[in-house]
């Protein structure tokens, strides 16, 4: 299984980037792919996490508006819109999957260990 997210760069605030996460080696139908981060200095957080059987995606609170999800299953990739951003998003975005059947999207952003597989991730700098 191999996770290979692209799309970082380096920003002014109130740009946009969108992110992508190619998955190799397993079928998005039996895993759903999450997004999260680590500032600087910051403890990694789960941004934004879809729930395997549907239903409204899960944002952190200081990203709800501003980001969205979303899957490409023909292409085993997902997506993640950031739009208007700010310093605050600065820092490294991973995506990883997990094959775990939760009932809420919530879960795989609040405790990351339900993700089993991580790719390396792709730096965002939001600075002028």
């Known amino acids: 299984v191999q996770l290979q997210a692209s799309g970082g760069g380096l920003v002014q605030p109130g740009g946009s980037l969108r992110l992508s996460c190619r998955a190799t080696?397993?079928?998005?139908?039996?895993?759903?792919i999450n997004w999260f981060r680590q500032g600087p200095g910051e403890e990694r957080e789960g941004v934004s996490c879809?729930?395997?059987?549907?239903?409204?995606?899960y944002y952190t609170d200081s990203v709800k508006g501003r980001f969205t999800s979303s899957r490409d299953n023909a292409h085993n990739t997902v997506y993640l819109q950031m739009n208007s951003l700010k310093p605050a998003d600065t820092g490294i975005y991973y995506c990883?999957?997990?094959?775990?059947?939760?009932?809420?999207?919530?879960?795989?952003?609040?405790?990351?260990?339900?993700?089993?597989?991580w790719g390396r991730g792709t730096l965002v700098t939001v600075s002028s």
């Open positions: 990883a999957a997990s094959s775990a059947a939760l009932s809420e999207a919530k879960e795989y952003c609040v405790a990351s260990g339900w993700n089993e597989h």
């Open positions: 080696g397993l079928d998005l139908d039996h895993y759903t």
């Open positions: 879809l729930a395997r059987k549907g239903g409204d995606p």
